[in-house]
């Protein structure tokens, strides 16, 4: 018995006419995509941070007129409005309770298109 002298090798690395992408090169790409996927959410993230900070801010400037106003007024009644600033509607709560001598005043800040309330003031003033 011989062995036969016509054995085709097949070669395990082919020669240019490759397709499709190599490991290296897909993990290349997820690390690019990744950074600037993380870059993208940080830049998310702080603009709308600085957009609540700003609204925040001006809901606690509203607030803080009615209650100026509340605290200054002789008479004080409930008030439920709705406030255009910025072009964003807030709705104004200002709820007056009585006992005695003692009045206690609170403001609600609520933002109208998420009806969500962003700021609460509460107060007391005394009656003479």
């Known amino acids: 018995m011989g062995f036969s002298k016509n054995i085709r090798l097949i070669p395990i690395v082919s020669c240019g006419n ?3 992408f190599s490991l290296i090169e897909i993990l290349i790409a997820s690390a690019i995509f990744m950074i600037g996927f993380t870059l993208l ?3 998310l993230n702080n603009a709308t941070t600085n957009f609540s900070y700003k ?3 001006t ?3 509203l607030a803080r007129e009615y209650m100026d106003a509340a605290l200054l007024s002789n008479e004080l009644e409930s008030i439920d409005a709705t406030v255009m600033v910025s072009n964003i509607k807030y709705r104004v709560i200002q709820d007056i309770d009585r006992e005695d001598s003692l009045i206690n005043i609170n403001i ?3 933002r109208e298109s998420t009806n969500r309330e962003l700021i609460t003031l509460y107060a ?3 009656i003479r």
């Open 18 to 20: 490759e397709k499709g």
């Open 55 to 57: 609204e925040k801010s």
């Open 124 to 126: 007391e003033k005394t």
């Open 59 to 61: 809901a606690l400037n």
């Open 108 to 110: 609600f800040i609520i």
């Open 41 to 43: 959410m940080f830049l």
